[in-house]
């Protein structure tokens, strides 16, 4: 079975553009996640879709961040007129969530480098 | 606000000792947590997991506690090895349908 794809690997884009990041996660996971991880540092968590509930935004940094879920299954971040320190590993996780089952599984990122 | 805190230095062990990793936490009552390792370049991959009535948790040469009460996890590798260096991630969640929430992360080198 495939694990969570994303694409594109690696994204070069001038400031003020917009950028999509898409992510596949694993078939039958119900929850999806985004993270930003700038160079050496933590996980910083965006956005979480659950299933058919109303996504968790609390860790979206502006309101040039945003994401969409399409049938339960792919996702996209958009990130609107991008700003230099928008640079960063997008990191796109999905899990089973159901009965306890929360490990997370990754894909292998989207570099975003904003010039 | 909620505050996950990991040891602040990197931590460097010789080969075949023990390695222990912490993961303090404040202002968050987590019902799971866990712990993932992260490569260069990679996404973190799982490790384990341990809920909040659960003292200790194993598998293979890795053990984690969770105190509840020191707001503590401590993750253990014993006969430790090269192959282990890697940076290890705590994450917590209060519950099964919650968002979780990553530590920054400890890198760990284990010296021939």
């Known amino acids: 079975g495939a694990g969570v794809s994303q694409s594109p690997s690696n994204k070069v884009t001038e400031k003020g553009k917009d950028v999509e990041l898409r992510c596949d996660p694993i078939s039958g996971h119900t929850a999806l996640y985004w993270y930003r991880q700038s160079l050496g540092q933590g996980l910083e968590f965006l956005i979480y879709?659950?299933?058919?509930?109303?996504?968790?935004k609390s860790g979206l940094p502006s309101d040039r961040f945003s994401a969409e879920r399409t049938g339960g299954s792919v996702s996209t971040l958009t990130i609107q007129r991008t700003q230099q320190e928008d640079s960063a590993v997008y990191l796109c996780a999905s899990s089973l969530t159901s009965g306890g089952a929360l490990e997370q599984y990754f894909g292998p990122g989207t570099r975003l480098t904003v010039t | 606000s909620q505050k996950i805190e990991q040891n602040s230095e990197a931590l460097n062990i010789q080969e075949g000792k023990t390695a222990t990793l912490t993961c303090n936490y404040t202002n968050y009552s987590p019902a799971y947590l866990q712990w993932y390792r992260q490569d260069p370049g990679r996404g973190p991959v799982f490790l384990l997991l341990i809920r909040e009535n659960e003292k200790e948790k194993r598998k293979e040469r890795l053990k984690v506690t969770f105190d509840t009460t020191l707001k503590q996890s401590l993750f253990h590798i014993t006969a430790s090895q090269p192959a282990d260096s890697a940076t290890y991630l705590c994450?917590?969640?209060?519950?099964?349908?919650?968002?979780?929430?990553f530590g920054p992360g400890t890198s760990l080198s284990v010296i021939p």
């Open positions: 994450a917590l969640t209060k519950t099964s349908y919650d968002k979780v929430i």
């Open positions: 879709f659950q299933g058919n509930s109303a996504p968790d």
